[in-house]
């Protein structure tokens, strides 16, 4: 088999390079729609943990939900739970706002973006508790958001956290 000559090879190396480049990120949007998205999340995690709760309903587009798995009061196994940001809210007092200390912030994420739609996948930190007690855990948050009107909101957010286990 004959190599290629230098001149082809010199060629086709830019046009490799470009064609690989522009198949890494199709669909994963540009540094700066990225970092968009990233600023609104930061946003969200210092409304969440502010328990500013007109601010944190904001950062949701109207019927947005967030779902888990977890075991809820009264009954004997976990469950998928979806929750709409009112009933979230409407709870807040006996989950989030039970205790002194809440905060959760963004470890690290990834973030895709296409056209009006974004995707999210953040690994948070969570402290929780009273100031001689305080609780701390990590887990995902996956966020589905979509932009209208030059504005990112969540349409969806499911999470778990690192305690979950395979299966649930």
């Not at 932009?147 to 349409?155: C, E, F, N, S, V």
Request: include cysteine; aromatic fraction near 12%; proline fraction near 6%.
């Amino acid at each position: 088999m004959e190599c290629p000559s230098p001149r082809i090879v010199s060629l086709l190396v830019p046009l490799i390079t470009v064609a690989c480049n522009q198949a890494g990120t199709v669909g994963y949007g540009t540094a700066a729609e990225r970092q968009a998205i990233l600023q609104v999340l930061e946003v969200y995690y210092s409304d969440f943990s502010g328990r500013d709760r007109d601010a944190f309903s904001n950062h949701f587009w109207p019927g947005a939900d967030m779902t888990t798995v977890w075991q809820p009061p009264g009954e004997t196994a976990d469950r998928v739970v979806p929750t709409t940001i009112e009933e979230f809210i409407a709870q807040a007092p006996q989950g989030p706002d039970s205790r002194k200390i809440f905060e959760e912030r963004m470890l690290d994420a990834e973030v895709r973006v296409f056209n009006n739609l974004a995707q999210a996948w953040v690994r948070y930190g969570m402290r929780f508790g009273d100031p001689d007690s305080v609780q701390y855990w990590e887990g995902i948050d996956a966020f589905a958001l979509l932009k209208h009107d030059g504005t990112w909101r969540i349409a969806s957010l499911v999470f778990t956290n690192d305690t979950a286990g395979e299966g649930n």
